[in-house]
């Protein structure tokens, strides 16, 4: 696909098909883009299993005309009973990232969806029931789905550390190995809470029949979180932060997300004077304002409580400024910084009134903590393993929140486009939307066109131990060699690579109409009414 989609009365973005479409269905009947996004949220976790859950957390911005985009922090704190005394007194140097222990966390992306159609109960007179948009996602779950290739590779290449955690390959891999490509896969349980949710409303997910059955389930398996974490999670609004640039003014997520990292690279970009994509100056200026980002996010970001300074500061054109200066425009800050994992998915949608919403859904490493939570069919999440044991600002502990990769972008742009962007990836997210904001929005370049382009990636990612700059192989020779001569540890990989993330984007034009981009690196697809 090398050219955007089109559509007047819909468009949604996601990195499976029949999720797009579950939304885009919504979307034809009627439905706001809020609902459109809850609809594929619920299918996306039934066919792509090893990217998010509902047993993990979400990040909303939603944007409507004439009013402030808002965002909506739907991670869950860690249970009362995680103590770093508790993981030490069990003989545990470090968070597992596996296992029930890994299952640290409550799981927010049920709450997020709740607090979402809540916060735009005025967009409709009509609003559609909770069934209608869990219906794609239980006759998904119930009849089953092709397991994708992606699914395949992940299942087989993490089976060690998978197959004998609770409950994961009866649900997985019901063969007793991890499943081809293309084995139809069926999730019965699964199923009938997604069919319980529709039934009973979201909130059941927390304080009702699901909320019961998921706290006997972790318990069963050991795992910290219980019935009265689960009762007290309400998913968050808050004030998204923003970052004012030449082209329009870019929102994303507050910490405990790495949001700040995204607006700050670029933040940065636009104070360095490139004239085109893709040569020396577009990947080494914004592989050292990563860099610049990194530095004070990790310094700095985590549980927003707990934090002493603002993340906003370093959003001030003060700051940028100071920033940028140390940025040298031929030579590589030397890079041994090793960075975090993840595995996600992001989904944009937009609707015939213009609204768009940028989302995020994840269990943070792929299949999260492994655990699938008895009677349930619900894998939970690992988000847990990002805290840490040590003092510091994202040591563990009950109530507080863990790091973020998840971060989705929005951008108000001054010749009237509304641009909603995203993308999986763990560390590479601000990343791939600096080169896909870049590519698109400052250089011209077509929307998908800017999605499919080569992609470069600073750092570890998807279980990779190295911290090189590694950079795709469709990128013109000659670049290869001007970054190692400016002291880049220059890594080629092949054409189209998972760890770049499945990036996607939706736009809404100042004229009505819109535009679709998802990530041939991924199994998405972009759907339009």
């Known amino acids: 696909m090398l050219h955007a989609r089109t559509g007047l009365s819909g468009m949604v973005s996601a990195p499976h098909h029949l999720a797009a479409q579950a939304g885009r269905d919504i979307l034809k009947e009627g439905g706001t883009a809020v609902e459109a996004m809850v609809a594929a949220a619920a299918t996306i976790a039934v066919v792509y299993p090893h990217m998010n859950a509902i047993g993990g ?13 808002i965002a909506i922090r739907a991670c869950g704190p860690a249970a009362a009973g995680a103590t770093p005394e508790r993981y030490r007194g069990l003989g545990y ?11 640290l966390t409550v ?12 916060a735009t109960r005025d967009w409709t007179a009509r609003p559609l029931p909770v069934a209608r948009l869990m219906a794609d996602a239980v006759h998904q779950a119930r009849a089953g789905v092709a397991v994708t290739r992606s699914q ?13 955690v609770p409950g994961f390959a009866e649900t997985f891999a019901p063969g007793g190995q991890p499943p081809a490509e293309g084995t139809v896969l069926r999730l019965p349980a699964l199923a009938d809470t997604l069919e319980r949710l529709g039934v009973a409303g979201l909130d059941d997910f927390y304080r009702g029949d699901v909320a019961r059955a ?3 389930g972790l318990e069963r398996v ?24 030449s082209h329009g003014r870019v929102f994303n997520h507050p910490p405990p997300t790495q949001g700040v990292s995204t607006l700050m690279i670029l933040g940065l970009f636009d104070r360095l004077g490139v004239r085109e994509a893709d040569g020396f100056a577009h990947v080494h200026r914004l592989v050292e304002a990563t860099k610049r980002a990194f530095l004070l996010r990790d310094a700095h970001v985590g549980d927003p409580n707990r934090m002493s300074v603002s993340a906003a500061d370093w959003l001030t054109p003060t700051a940028l400024n100071a920033e940028a200066r140390r940025i040298h425009p031929s030579r590589a800050l030397p890079w041994p910084y090793t960075g975090q994992e993840g595995d996600t998915v992001w989904m944009g949608a937009a609707d015939r009134e213009g609204r768009v919403v940028s989302y995020i859904q994840s269990v943070y490493w792929e299949f999260g903590s492994g655990v699938v939570v008895p009677d349930t069919g619900v894998i939970w999440q690992n988000r847990g393993a990002g805290f840490s044991l040590d003092a510091g600002p994202n040591q563990l502990g009950p ?3 863990p790091f973020h990769t998840l971060n989705p972008s929005l951008a108000r742009l001054k010749d009237g486009r509304v641009l909603a962007f995203g993308t999986m990836g763990g560390e590479g997210q601000p990343q791939t939307q600096a080169a896909v904001f870049t590519r698109h929005v400052v250089f011209g370049q077509d929307l998908q066109a800017a999605v499919t382009a080569p992609r470069w990636l600073l750092g570890r990612t998807w279980g990779a131990e190295t911290t090189t700059l590694k950079l795709e192989n469709r990128f013109a020779p000659g670049l290869y060699d001007q970054l190692r001569a400016a002291l880049h540890v220059v890594e080629v990989v092949g054409p189209f690579e998972d760890m770049m993330g499945h990036a996607g984007a939706v736009c809404v034009l100042p004229t009505g109409g819109m535009l679709g981009a998802a990530d041939p690196r991924g199994d998405g697809a972009c759907a339009a009414c």
Request: aromatic residues 6%; charged residues 20%.
């Open 57 to 69: 957390d979400g990040f909303w911005l939603i944007a409507e005309p004439g009013r402030d985009p």
């Open 214 to 216: 998921m706290a006997a």
């Open 152 to 164: 395949a590779a992940l299942t087989a290449s993490k089976w060690a550390e998978l197959a004998t």
């Open 107 to 118: 799981a927010g992306a049920v709450g997020g969806w709740a607090a979402a159609l809540e």
């Open 399 to 401: 109530g507080r929140l």
């Open 222 to 245: 050991g795992a910290p979180v219980d019935l009265a974490d689960l009762d007290a999670y309400r998913a968050a609004r808050v004030a998204p932060l923003s970052v004012d640039l």
């Open 93 to 103: 140097e470090t968070i597992p990232a596996r296992g029930p222990m890994a299952a």
